[in-house]
């Protein structure tokens, strides 16, 4: 009897394959979704992917510390490999294919010319250490950027080197530290305020830093509560930490108040600029009393999101801060770009090093090349975009819907989960049956601060049409779940996805976080069991 | 604009749907005082594709490119070939356009390659567990330190001279804003370093790199063993994760933490970044990792596959109790590095290193053949320090007004030590060929 070759087996303890629809094919695979092994279940010794000249035999000179055994790499072919990761490209889903409404995200369409762009070996193919007359033009490149993110949000100074969001808030934050160690306040002030609706890198941050984090509230229509802001407020704050437009996709109306009101009271403000994508072009965070923002490149200037990264985190500065910009600076001396680097004497006192080299240049670029495709108009009009498709489908969910609070939203709408009060349907079950329904489920459970929070960033790459197919997806969906009698059919999705719900419970109780020998099939290699 | 696919007519149906009469009413939470009232003044509007295309070819035009010129440079980034196949693959559009995968059912690709990488890691390290990786090395070093710091509830890390100075930097940075002490090791010249007697009962970690900054490859087990009996952790960087192809590797030495840049490994130089940090350890201290990580699982069918895993660990969970406040990883640059690896495999992964250490050993020889040039390294992989006669800054310079990227001054990286000034930091890769090295060494013997 030939058995089945499905390759997907199961753990130990694994719920019987009962329940799938649809009935089994010989080799696990339908259609176009391919079972796809480890690459570890597929090596051969004998097999290698890349064709290298036979090394000249030279004398050791390693310290006696030749690696003994074999590393255990699995040997692979090129078609073998190409094949394997196009198999699994096919288990994802993308922007490329469609509405990815994943709020606070910002996944917006990613332009080809930036890749290629970046690419070209005058910028992709440059030692970060070459001698400064020979990368000239990267140089030149990086500031301007620098001078795009400055102008557009109106501050004076941006650092450059941070990785990513999360530590472009550490280099802010710190910068902050450093602003007040030179007042000699950096002691007393202790405590950090942030919203209980913020992103949690920013309590995260606060924390590593030895900050103390308290939150504040927010008022009934969404915003900081201003009242409460201010009793907290005192001589032991050292900032406020506000994202704005706020996680619930709302700009703060009182933020004028709320700046003036943090440094008069000597503290500074942080804005997450998480969400610059709704108002760049149209507000400039600097005319709102910021005294520093990180920027996402890969939220609002297009660079790829990559699976998760890598990031890019630029940090403009305000004056009282911009003194403390961490090193390196890219300064220009008479007709020629220089990089002040550790050590170099500088117009300020930088608060040391947070990236080896000169931070994610390829990120740089990319942005670059989106922001000159854009031009001041285009991104003005792609913010405008953004803040109104967000709108349209608020508008046209509202009435099967709950939004969490009153409109106008800027590029993301939040909703509660009040639509789904007694008919058995959680926001999970709800994002899970978006998937069968061909889209990425939005932002589920976040901002913390509303009732299974939905969070939608439809952004302004969309096509009204498939606006409008994605509101009447999502009409129908609520619909069904409100009938009252789907509730097991919403907790059965996804069905039609490369996998159906994952057991996170199981995957957390006993960890495996790697391939093992004993974690392959049993028996071994099933294609070889199949020709044996 | 081509990037918007809104017409004017559909912005109408829009508002009209919204019921408000013009998009300025969707901002009218904006005070007033911060409306501006056109576009931004002084920058200019969109462009084609064509013209924007031109602009990169003329900054690009005013770079000299080590695809252009000899190179050996090293330092932390190192330039090896990357098969076709990897930027093809990091370029298809659902890896390239795919988020962290926060729903497994339909990131499944984005999780079995990460769940491969992580094995790739340990066992290219010789460790247990590893995470879905870092921005780059050396910010994975930092984390590694505050990683030990919380392990070992001890706030006093001592690092080697041998680290690269960026990485040394950064923690130093580190513990002056988030409060713990170093004590650093001077520039580790010669490769002689014993940091043995200096760790004490305060220690949390003791962080040396592997081959060290200058190039030498140093054997840490009795380092290990002596950190062990102290109660601190042993932190391992390798820069050159080739090096792991041929020597032994951190784990067998008995490391705790080894972080790893892994750029060598199918990411290009790109002038410093995006690159991607490897990260691995003993698997009891993995609930103290920052960082995702991908684990297996099976589905609602008892089909395996892979999720994010331990995230109450993480920032988005624990918020100001989170091991790190990572979120972003570098998952593109990680799926370069598995591509590349996996085409590479075991016989290819070796070879490349047996390739990289026979062509330092070759310009080894022949640059210090170089009247005045003196070897530093006995020991070396693919990189090594020589002494020039002179200070190397200058002689960089004029090696670069010969189109030749003639390595690293180490004062660049290590301005405050007069001692370091003559030397010169050289690597070679696979990439390096006869019309390289002979141009360097007849340009050496001109300008010394």
């Known amino acids: 009897m030939v058995e089945s070759l499905d390759r997907s087996q199961g753990r130990a303890g694994a719920p019987a394959t009962a329940g799938s629809s649809t009935p089994a094919t010989f080799t696990g695979n339908r259609a176009l979704q391919i079972e796809e092994p480890l690459i570890f279940e597929m090596g051969q010794p004998g097999r290698c992917g890349v064709d290298l000249p036979e090394p000249p035999k030279v004398k050791d000179r390693l310290n006696g510390l030749r690696r003994n055994g074999e590393i255990g790499l699995p040997g692979l072919s090129e078609p073998q490999v190409v094949q394997h990761y196009t198999r699994l490209s096919q288990k994802n889903y993308a922007i490329d294919m469609g509405v990815y409404p994943l709020g606070s995200c910002t996944m917006k369409h990613n332009p080809r010319i930036n890749e290629k762009v970046a690419r070209l070996a005058g910028i992709g193919d440059l030692h970060p250490l070459q001698p400064v007359s020979t990368v000239q033009g990267a140089l030149e490149l990086i500031d301007s950027l620098a001078h795009w993110l400055k102008t557009l949000t109106g501050m004076p100074a941006v650092a450059m080197s941070p990785a990513a969001g999360a530590h472009g808030e550490m280099c802010g934050m710190m910068a902050i530290a450093a602003a007040l160690e030179a007042k000699g306040e950096r002691a007393k002030r202790r405590i950090v305020l942030a919203p209980e609706s913020a992103h949690g890198t920013n309590p995260a941050t606060a924390a590593a830093l030895g900050f103390t984090v308290k939150p504040i509230p927010a008022n009934a229509r969404g915003r900081v509560d201003l009242a409460a802001l201010k009793s907290a407020l005192g001589p032991e704050v050292a900032a406020i930490m506000l994202t704005n437009p706020n996680t619930c996709g709302l700009f703060e109306s009182e933020i004028i108040e709320i700046s003036k009101a943090v440094h008069e009271a000597g503290a500074y403000f942080y804005c997450d600029g998480a969400n610059f994508n709704a108002i760049v072009g149209r507000v400039r965070p600097g005319d709102l009393g910021v005294d520093c923002m990180h920027i996402n490149l890969h939220k609002t200037f297009s660079t790829p999101h990559g699976g998760g990264g890598p990031g890019a985190g630029p940090v403009v500065l305000s004056a009282a801060l911009a003194p403390y910009a961490p090193y390196p600076w890219i300064v220009k001396q008479g007709d020629a770009w220089t990089v002040a680097e550790d050590g170099a004497k500088v117009d300020g006192k930088p608060l040391g090093r947070l990236k080896a080299f000169h931070g994610q240049m390829g990120m740089f670029t990319r942005a670059l090349a989106y922001i000159m495709s854009h031009g001041a108009d285009g991104l003005k009009q792609a913010a405008e975009d953004a803040v109104l498709s967000a709108n349209y489908v608020m508008a046209a969910l509202k009435d099967v819907m709950t939004p969490a609070f009153e409109g106008p939203c800027m590029h993301e709408a939040l909703f509660d989960d009040s639509f789904l009060k007694d008919t058995g349907v959680s926001t999970l079950d709800f994002a899970k049956a978006m998937i069968d329904e061909g889209y990425h489920p939005m932002t589920m459970y976040f901002p913390l601060v509303v009732h299974g929070a939905m969070l939608v960033e439809p952004t302004e790459s969309q096509a009204k049409e498939d606006l409008d197919l994605f509101i009447a997806a999502m009409r129908s969906l609520t619909e069904r779940a409100k009938s009252g009698t789907a509730a097991e059919d919403f907790k059965a999705a996804p069905r039609y996805s490369p996998r159906r719900r994952l057991d996170e419970t199981l995957a957390a109780r006993k960890p495996i976080l790697r391939w093992r020998p004993s974690n392959s099939p049993p028996g071994g290699d099933p294609m070889r069991q199949a020709a044996e | ?448």
Not at chain 2, 5 to 33: C, N, Y
Not at chain 2, 61 to 75: C, D, L, Q, R, V
Not at chain 2, 258 to 278: A, D, H, R, T
Not at chain 2, 297 to 317: C, N, P, W
């Open chain 2, 1 to 448: 604009m081509r990037y918007l696919p809104l017409t004017e007519q559909d912005r109408r149906e829009m508002l009209a749907v919204i019921g408000a009469k013009s998009v300025d009413e969707l901002f009218r939470d904006v005070p007033q005082s911060a409306r501006l009232p056109g576009k931004i003044a002084g920058l200019p509007d969109h462009q084609g594709e064509l013209e924007v295309e031109r602009a990169f070819q003329a900054f690009a035009a005013k770079n000299i490119s080590p695809s252009a010129a000899p190179s050996f440079i090293g330092a932390g980034a190192y330039r090896h070939h990357v098969p076709s196949t990897v930027d093809y693959m990091i370029q298809r559009g659902e890896f390239l356009t795919s988020y962290t995968p926060y729903q497994p059912e339909i990131t499944q690709g984005t999780l079995q390659y990460l769940f491969e990488f992580q094995t790739q890691i340990t066992l290219l390290t010789g460790m247990e567990v590893a995470n879905a990786s870092m921005y780059d090395g050396s910010t994975g070093t930092s984390e590694a330190v505050l990683m030990a710091n919380r392990v070992t509830r001890r706030h006093k890390a001592l690092i080697s001279g041998g680290l690269h100075p960026h990485y040394r930097r950064i923690i130093e940075t580190t513990a002056r804003w988030e409060g713990f002490s170093t004590v650093i090791g001077k520039a580790d010249v010669e490769g002689l370093e014993d940091l043995i007697a200096s760790i004490d009962k305060e220690t949390s970690c003791v962080v040396v790199q592997n081959p060290s900054f200058f190039g030498h490859v140093r054997d840490f087990t009795k380092l290990a063993a002596a950190c062990h009996a102290a109660g601190a952790l042993l932190i391992v960087v390798v820069t050159e994760v080739v090096s792991l192809g041929l020597i032994m590797p951190p784990g067998e030495m008995g490391a705790d933490i080894v972080v790893c840049e892994g750029q060598s490994i199918g990411n290009g130089l790109g002038f410093g970044g995006p690159y991607v940090g490897l990260f691995a350890t003993r698997e009891k201290y993995m609930r103290q990792m920052p960082g995702r990580l991908v684990g297996e699982t099976v589905d609602a069918d008892g089909k395996r596959g892979f999720v994010l895993t331990l995230s109450t660990r993480e920032q988005h969970i624990r918020r100001e109790k989170a091991t790190s406040n990572i979120c972003t990883n570098a998952g593109l640059c990680a799926l370069a590095f598995t591509v590349h690896l996996t085409l590479l495999g075991e016989a290819g992964f070796r070879r490349l290193a047996e390739l990289n250490h026979a062509k330092a050993s070759e310009l080894a020889d022949r640059v210090s053949a170089v009247p005045g040039v003196q070897l530093v390294n006995e020991s070396f992989f693919n990189e090594f320090t020589v002494r020039l006669p002179k200070p190397a800054v200058p002689v960089v310079e004029a090696l670069a007004a010969r189109r030749i990227l003639g390595g690293l001054p180490v004062s660049r990286l290590i301005p405050d030590d007069l001692s370091v000034a003559n030397l010169l930091l050289l690597a070679a890769t696979e990439t390096s060929t006869e019309h390289g090295m002979g141009p360097l060494v007849s340009a050496l013997k001109e300008v010394l």
